[in-house]
């Protein structure tokens, strides 16, 4: 069974710029959750999706957005892009809303220059 | 809001030999908790979760850890480490009726022969 796939690996952008980040979950799951993981850091929640609904919201500015499709993929959207959002972005499914539990990807690498 | 300690950034330990990574939390309610392995440049990988019943938990790769709840505690232990053990460790925590991770900031456990 595949796992959480994320594209792309890994990306570099420059400062002001946008990017978009994808995740597909696990088969039958329905949640999905993204995550930052800053160098040396432990990850950070950014957003938590269920039935294309947003569920939650970490303490992250109104740059960063997500939505999630009717086959359960999503995509994270950071608009004008600081040197700071430089990271490994992980996204998690799950069954449900609150777990428990998550299966994480394999992340996605963002450099921005 | 609930929080997660990691009381150790590194732990250095030879190989064959035991070793504890400590973990407080703190939460006015009740919580589930995890720990996650995530080796050089890949996600994160489930080890094993508390979420009722047996105090003891056993996981993958010979890890088990205690939940105690009168010390807000959930240490993680290994018998006899490997090299391959080499990684770095988070402990995390998630409300029952949460929707997402509270993350350490992560012990990096270094196994020498």
């Known amino acids: 069974d595949a796992g959480v796939t994320q594209s792309p690996t890994h990306l570099i952008k420059t400062r002001g710029q946008h990017v978009t980040l994808r995740c597909s979950p696990i088969s039958g799951h329905k949640s999905v959750s993204w995550y930052q993981q800053v160098l040396g850091q432990g990850p950070q929640f950014i957003f938590q999706y269920y039935e294309k609904e947003e569920r939650g919201r970490g303490n992250f500015p109104d740059r960063f957005s997500a939505r999630q499709f009717p086959n359960y993929s999503s995509e994270l959207n950071v608009n004008a892009l600081l040197l700071g959002d430089s990271a490994l972005y992980l996204c998690?499914?799950?069954?449900?809303?609150?777990?428990?539990?998550?299966?994480f990807g394999s992340g996605t690498r963002l450099t921005v220059v | 809001a609930q929080s997660v300690t990691q009381l150790d950034s590194q732990v250095p330990v030879f190989e064959e030999a035991p070793v504890e990574l400590r973990c407080n939390y703190s939460s006015s309610v009740s919580v589930y908790l995890f720990w996650y392995v995530q080796y050089p440049n890949q996600g994160l990988q489930l080890l094993l979760k508390?979420?009722?019943?047996?105090?003891l938990v056993k996981g993958i790769n010979g890890f088990e850890a205690e939940f105690n709840k009168s010390q807000t505690s959930f240490h993680l232990r290994k018998p006899s480490v490997h090299i391959s053990d080499t990684a770095e460790y988070f402990c995390a925590v998630d409300l029952v009726s949460g929707y997402a991770l509270n993350f350490g900031k992560g012990t990096s456990l270094l196994v020498t022969p």
């Open positions: 998690a499914s799950s069954l449900g809303p609150g777990g428990p539990g998550y299966t």
């Open positions: 508390y979420l009722s019943g047996s105090t």
